[in-house]
Structure formats: C-alpha cells, structure tokens
C-alpha cells in the first residue's frame, strides 16, 4: 500500500483528502504544521507528499526545499495544495521542487487523477533508471560506461579519480578517513603517503567545477560526499 503523506493546516480539508485516498487504497497520515511535517517526512520516508503552501511553523516553500534537498527524501513527489493561484505562486512551487500544483478548491477527484498521474510517471522513471547510474545533485556517475558529468558536462577524469569518486559517492553521507582511501581506491595495505588522498581530491573538485563542492573534507580525518 503507497503511503501519502499530507501536510495541510486545515484539518477537516486534510482529513477529507485522507478519507478519499484511503478510498482509492492508499495509506494516508495528516500533519497540520510545516516544521512537524516535514520532520514527519524524513521518519516516514512516504511515497507521494501532499503539501499546502501556507502553513505554520515553516512555509510549504521551505518544507519542499528541505525535502529537496535531503538525500532521504529528494526523490519523492511533491503534489502543492494552495489557495493562491496566480502564476508566480505556481513558478516558485516549482522552482523550488514541487512536481505538480492544485489550486484550493479543488475536488476530490481531480486529486485522486493527479496523485495517480504522478505516482505512475515516477514509477515509470524509477523502473527506466539505470542500475549502474548514480546521481548526486548536478553529478551523475555512469557507473557500467565510466563517464562522469557535472552540471551536463562530460568530465575527462583519469582511473584513480573515477574510483576515489565512485567509492566516496556509493557511501554517500558516510565519512571516509584517508587511509581508508588509500586502502580501497589505491589498495594500499599499509598506510601511505595520506598527502595522496589530500591531492587527487583537490584535482577531483577542480575538474568537477562548481558541483564538486559535495565532496567535504572532515577536518582531521578525511573525506565525504555530501548533497
């Protein structure tokens, strides 16, 4: 069963939403606050978000921005439910990520359609994704074809660089120590010279331009990758 998440401050208004989605078999959970909401996200992990504009607590703008921006959540369909319909409203919900917009008042069916729209086409382009390609923000790996780009740009980078890029990435989050690397991406057994490291990751971050700005160093420690 989907999980719908809804955060919408007017509660008789969430709770219909809830009603009819769980009338069209979906499991759904009501959040009347921006800041509860989007905490709520980040445990639930839910499958679609129906998210008002206006809430308390925290805007749906910033809600959906720092759902956007999280690695946990960034892939998961935002619908906006607002009362404002001029087009700006509708440009800054994209803008800031949300994949489909309703205008207060609406029906119950024109939700049940869109929420249905949307869920089939990310489940198309979840199946359609390749295995082997990882995404991080405006870098994308390919892992099968060893070709990286940055921000659309095929970046030419040597064997070493690819795999401190791919090894970093495949443990996203994850702080890596530099004699960690040197073991896995150098397959050194005893710890070496970490200035190594140091290097090849200052010419991994010049290369990838701007995006590679994910790449963080732990002070005193070593490296991670970071959305």
Known sequence: MKKVLIIEDEKDLAEL??????KEG?????????KQGLELALTLLPDLILL?????????????????KDQRTAHIPIIMITAKGDEIDRVVGFEVGADDYIVKPFSM????????????RFEYEAQTLPLDLISMGDIVIDKQRHLV??????????????????????????????????QNVWSYNNAGDTRTVDTHVTRLRGKLGAPGDVIKTVRGFGYKIEV
Do not use: H, W
Not at 17 to 22: I, K, S, T, V, Y
């Open 17 to 22: 939403l809830a009603f009819n989605l769980e």
């Open 26 to 34: 979906y499991a759904s959970t009501c959040i009347y606050d921006g």
């Open 52 to 68: 008002d504009l206006m809430l308390p607590g925290l805007l749906g703008t910033e809600v959906c921005k720092a759902l956007r």
């Open 109 to 120: 069916r024109e939700v049940s359609l869109r929420v249905k729209a949307v869920m089939r």
């Open 149 to 182: 780009k940055s921000a659309g740009i095929e970046i030419e980078l040597t064997s070493t660089e690819f795999k401190l890029l791919l090894f970093l990435a495949e443990k996203i989050g994850c702080v890596q120590s530099r004699e960690k690397l040197l």
